[in-house]
């Protein structure tokens, strides 16, 4: 009997369910970090540089090929589902392991990847010589680089070729910069101020206030802008020429030679004769890039520095947003309002705010943002830009306000329940103190309150990163051809459409043309979209735990 009241009591003590909760959270950890080391070693090892093979491959005709590829992932595959697919087997094999390989080459192949059947690999080595050479388009190219060419004559063969082609390379890396510096910054400034030229004669022509002065003086300001833009026409003329000099050939699987102009190639490299330090500065270099280059090749190459720019940027308007409207939302609730039926059904709206799916808030933001408000502010105060839209399109602003709107139940409640703990007392004795109730607001309750507020900006935060269904209606873009941040005035474009880490994950993922080339990057991101989040709401928590502890005297 006392042993079964010691059980009763155990189990009337709630020990139980304290055990259950902490098996609970510790399963929920260990499902995360799960989860993050997944995401991590397929996204990162992405960038190292794999060994190159030169395989001898039997066909299913019974002939020979060879295969330069670099062996990306294996798999063991049932018999039975290939001899089903027609592949011939020997009678005793129950599984098959199959390589998929990377054999480049892709303007020349049809594909970047392909299978090979293990049991059908007759030899395979590692030969030095083999060159794996990245381009700005139609992926990389696989093969054996024979000689280096200035304007059709060669200048370098065999041997010699290599240290040649890597020196031609740095050169065209920096004829490269030097034409994205002009064409993004001073063409692309020229470009601005010839449009705001164009702009102000417009307005000038609605305002019937164009006059032989003001247009003589738009001209002749046009017509230095032109001959500015003439000069770096001239100068862009000759960079592409000299970028275009050089040519490179290169003996691909097939045996056939490739010649190609020398200004697509990004980087060259020889894995299989780089050690170990060599690698991994040539990871550290890739991995540099992924974070501050732009995509290219429909965005499963390069780097992701514009979504990562546009996330960021966007999530801080945001949070410039939506944390003023939440906490004045939120006092008024607590501090203002009739406590009564309809001040609880407000809260209950609130609260049922949370549960609206993303996708509802992207419709209900591009009809009202965009195309009533903004299309309204493009009328009153852009008539001279009409029809191309200013603020009457989708952009940055309009985003930001999406994910403000969609993330302000979380504030006014955080904020809410932080001012519902602060004692009674501490306002009395202000007010005993001869303090107005604004006063008590601003200097007593609000400064108590900064720790939820602060929660609430990291419930936000983590959310609204996270968002993509209503960017997609609101701003976000596959590719932006510039950042919504630059030198024009006002500097930061609002009306602009951006990229997004999360958006950029979805399109790499399921609208790629090129799935496996995709897929490890679709790790990558995601591993960095987690990494920001993570960021940003360190240094919330941070400042809230700072705040958290200048105010825990005052609670107490």
């Known amino acids: 009997m006392s042993m079964a009241n010691g059980r009763f009591n155990w189990w009337k003590s709630g020990d139980p369910w304290v055990w259950l909760n902490a098996g609970a959270v510790t399963l929920s950890m260990l499902a995360v970090i799960g989860l993050l080391l997944l995401i991590g070693v397929r996204g990162l090892a992405h960038f190292w540089p794999p060994d190159v093979w030169s395989i001898r491959y039997a066909q299913a005709d019974g002939t ?21 697919a027609g592949v011939a087997l020997d009678s005793g094999v129950e599984f098959v392991d199959r390589h998929l390989v990377k054999v480049g080459n892709r303007d020349r192949l049809g ?4 299978f090979l059947l293990e049991t059908r690999i007759l030899e395979r080595g590692k030969p030095p010589a083999v060159a794996v050479i990245e381009r700005t388009e139609w992926g990389d190219q696989v093969g054996f680089l024979r000689t280096v060419a200035e304007n059709g004559a060669p200048v370098a063969t065999g041997a010699e070729a290599w240290d040649e082609f890597q020196r031609r390379i740095s050169r065209v890396e920096d004829l490269r910069e030097r034409i994205r510096e002009l064409e993004r910054g001073t063409v692309g400034s020229i470009n601005y101020e010839l449009e705001q030229l164009r702009l102000e004669s417009r307005r000038l022509q609605l305002e019937d206030a164009l006059t032989v002065e003001n247009s003589g003086e738009l001209e002749r300001r046009r017509a230095a802008l032109d001959a500015r833009y003439a ?6 003329g000759e960079l592409y020429s000299a970028i275009n000099r050089d040519s490179y050939t290169v003996e691909i699987q097939d045996g056939s030679t490739v010649e190609l102009p020398l200004a697509t190639v990004v980087r060259a490299y020889r894995p299989n004769t780089m050690s170990v330090p060599d690698k991994l500065g040539f990871y550290f270099s890739k991995l540099w890039e992924f974070v501050s280059e732009e995509p290219r090749e429909a ?9 990562i720019f546009g996330t960021v940027v966007m999530v801080m308007l945001m949070a410039v947003f939506v944390t003023p409207f939440g906490v004045v939302a939120a006092i008024y609730l607590r501090e203002y309002a009739k406590q009564g039926a309809l001040t609880r059904t407000i809260r209950i709206a609130v609260n049922n705010l949370a549960g609206v799916p993303a996708i509802v808030y992207g419709v209900f933001g591009l009809g009202f943002f965009v195309y009533f408000l903004g299309g309204n502010l493009d009328a009153l105060f852009f008539p001279e830009a009409a029809p191309a839209p200013v603020f009457g399109t989708p952009g940055l602003l309009w985003s930001s306000l999406t994910l403000a709107l969609l993330t302000l139940p979380v504030v006014i409640v955080a904020t809410e329940e932080g001012l519902a703990r602060i004692p009674r007392s501490i306002l009395e004795g202000s007010y005993a103190l001869g303090a107005t109730r604004a006063e008590t607001l601003w200097r007593t309750v609000l400064p108590m309150a900064s720790p939820a507020m602060m929660t609430g900006l990291i419930l936000a935060v983590a959310r609204a990163a996270g968002e993509v269904a209503p960017l997609m209606l609101v701003g976000v873009v596959k590719l932006a051809p510039s950042l919504p941040v630059d030198g024009n005035p006002p500097f930061l474009h609002l009306d602009r459409k951006f990229m997004h880490l999360g958006f950029h994950i979805y399109d ?5 043309p090129n799935v496996e080339a995709a897929r490890p990057l679709v790790y990558a991101t995601a591993l960095l979209l987690v990494l920001i ?3 940003l709401n360190l240094a919330a928590v941070h400042i809230r735990n700072r705040l958290r502890e200048k105010y825990r005297a005052l609670e107490s």
Request: glycine share 6%; no cysteine.
């Open 64 to 84: 020979a090929t060879t295969v330069i590829a670099s062996i990306r992932d294996t798999e063991a595959v049932a018999a039975a589902r290939l001899r089903d």
């Open 111 to 114: 594909s970047d990847f392909r």
């Open 231 to 236: 000069e770096l026409q001239q100068e862009l």
């Open 299 to 307: 965005n499963t190459e390069g780097g992701v520095f514009p979504a």
């Open 508 to 512: 790499v993922g399921f609208q790629s």
């Open 533 to 535: 989040i993570v960021v």
